[in-house]
């Protein structure tokens, strides 16, 4: 059934020219990893830390959750189990690891779904919020790189993800001194996680030639990227949280300016010292290690440094 879908869908994009597909391929640009780490990070140093700090939670919650269930359910790319689904265009270099659940949508269902869902919400923001979440989890279905029942478990299991993060987090404003529980059940969910995504078996199916299909190795990366990515998160909030205590009520030049000089570290990050430390160590370690310190830089590098920098008081804008 599902795959009938994405061949209608296909039969569709083919006959309706390329204006459909660009647009959609650019709205699931908003779903991508780099592109939600940028916006995660540029709210949190310098429009509303509360709100960052919310968002990071949810998405580092999701993260687990989207690890977990692709190693689990080992449910091969539309492509793979039909010959016939053809992505569109380069749409296939944007998709890893296994395809339940969709990870541009659990993205999407962080970003604007959490803020749909956040307490607080104008009602005209909230819908706007819920329709980027609708067009993300179209756009991986119409470019045929997920099916129907990926985006749809996705975009339900991030949404109530962050519904509970809001609850979370109104936990943690009541009982400030109890953080470190959360941060603590945080990274050893992400060490089970990684343990069990080391050690179980993968499907091996090969094909005609005897070549294997997919390697389980491989499609594992995702999983490990997150859990170094929910563990950098949460190592960098306890720590800011103790030693730093950074505000964004700061003047407009210095929120630009800290925009500007942060994207530029995480860029500097990414595409220097990422590549740098995978070369060091290789496999899920290097895989780990690197995610590890990009949240870390996102949760506590940048601000330590911006709080060293900017020794006058906070002003509020």
């Known amino acids: 059934m599902d795959i009938n879908v994405l061949l209608g869908l296909q039969d569709f994009r083919n006959g309706a020219g390329s204006f459909l597909a660009e647009f959609l391929k650019k709205m699931t640009f908003l779903g991508e990893i780099n592109t939600t780490l940028a916006i995660l990070a540029i709210l949190y140093w310098c429009v509303h830390k ?11 919650g999701n993260r687990l959750v989207n690890g977990a269930l692709k190693i689990s359910f080992c449910a091969y790319r ?11 265009g380069d749409s296939i270099n944007t998709a890893t690891g296994y395809s339940f659940p969709s990870g541009h949508t659990m993205n999407a269902g962080t970003l604007f779904g959490g803020t749909g869902v956040r307490k607080g919400t104008a009602p005209g923001l909230r819908i706007l919020m819920f329709v980027l979440v609708a067009l993300v989890a179209f756009s991986r279905i119409y470019l045929g790189v997920h099916t129907p029942q990926d985006v749809l478990v996705g ?5 109530l993800v962050m519904w509970l993060t809001d609850r979370l987090m109104a936990w943690i404003a009541a009982h400030p001194d109890k953080d470190w529980i959360v941060a603590c059940a945080g990274i050893g969910l992400s060490v089970l996680l990684a343990v069990y995504a080391a050690v179980k078996s993968y499907p091996e199916d090969y094909n005609e030639l005897g070549k294997l299909i997919v390697d389980g190795s491989k499609m594992a990366n995702d999983t490990f990227k997150g859990v170094g990515w929910v563990i950098g998160f949460l190592t960098g909030w306890i720590l800011e949280r103790r030693f730093v205590g950074f505000s964004t009520e700061v003047s407009i030049p210095r929120k630009l ?13 990414t595409t220097i010292l990422v590549p740098l430390i995978k070369e060091w160590l290789a496999g899920p370690s290097g895989t780990t290690v690197s995610s590890f310190l990009q949240m870390l830089y996102i949760s506590f590098i940048f601000p330590w440094c911006m709080k060293r920098l900017e020794k006058d008081k906070p002003r509020e804008n």
């Open 78 to 88: 539309p492509w793979i189990r039909d010959l016939r689904v053809v992505p569109y």
């Open 257 to 269: 300016t800290r925009c500007a000089a942060g994207i530029l570290g995480f860029y500097a990050v």
């Open 50 to 60: 509360e709100l960052g700090t919310y968002l990071m939670m949810g998405w580092s």
């Open 155 to 159: 975009a339900a299991a991030s949404i």
